[in-house]
């Protein structure tokens, strides 16, 4: 059974930094690329950044690119995003995708994923 737990979540100040984790079990890590997405009260879920299975690419959405981090450490099972710079639009449950290609761009763009195995998010808030 696979699992998908998002943590680190919590209340910062703008400018502040946070860094989410996520820990993937019952897969063979490597062979999933990972992604994490966000979701805001009353918005649609929207893709932050992805990660090959290798942690050899990386990809980000214009509105985090130079201030976020995605990273994995496959030894640990264990998805990473060092959040720095953080400013109140970035508000919102952080979810953690594990895809079924270890490609970003496999079968689509990653962006617009939904398919996979998903956790069940960690809540980021940062105040003004």
């Known amino acids: 059974q696979v699992q998908v737990v998002e943590s680190g979540g919590g209340l910062v100040q703008a400018g502040g930094s946070l860094r989410l984790s996520c820990t993937a079990s019952?897969?063979?890590?490597?062979?999933?690329?990972m992604g994490w997405f966000r979701q805001a009260p009353g918005k649609e879920r929207e893709g932050v950044s992805c990660?090959?299975?290798?942690?050899?690419?990386?990809y980000y959405a214009d509105f985090v690119r130079g201030r976020f981090t995605i990273s994995r450490g496959n030894a640990k099972n264990t998805l990473y995003l060092q959040m720095n710079s953080l400013k109140p639009e970035d508000t919102a449950m952080y979810y953690c995708?594990?895809?079924?290609?270890?490609?970003?761009?496999?079968?689509?763009?990653?962006?617009?994923?939904?398919?996979?195995?998903w956790g069940q998010g960690t809540q980021v808030t940062v105040s003004s």
């Open positions: 995708a594990a895809f079924y290609t270890p490609n970003c761009y496999g079968g689509g763009n990653w962006y617009d994923r939904r398919s996979g195995y």
């Open positions: 990660i090959n299975g290798s942690g050899s690419v990386s």
């Open positions: 019952g897969l063979t890590f490597d062979d999933y690329a």
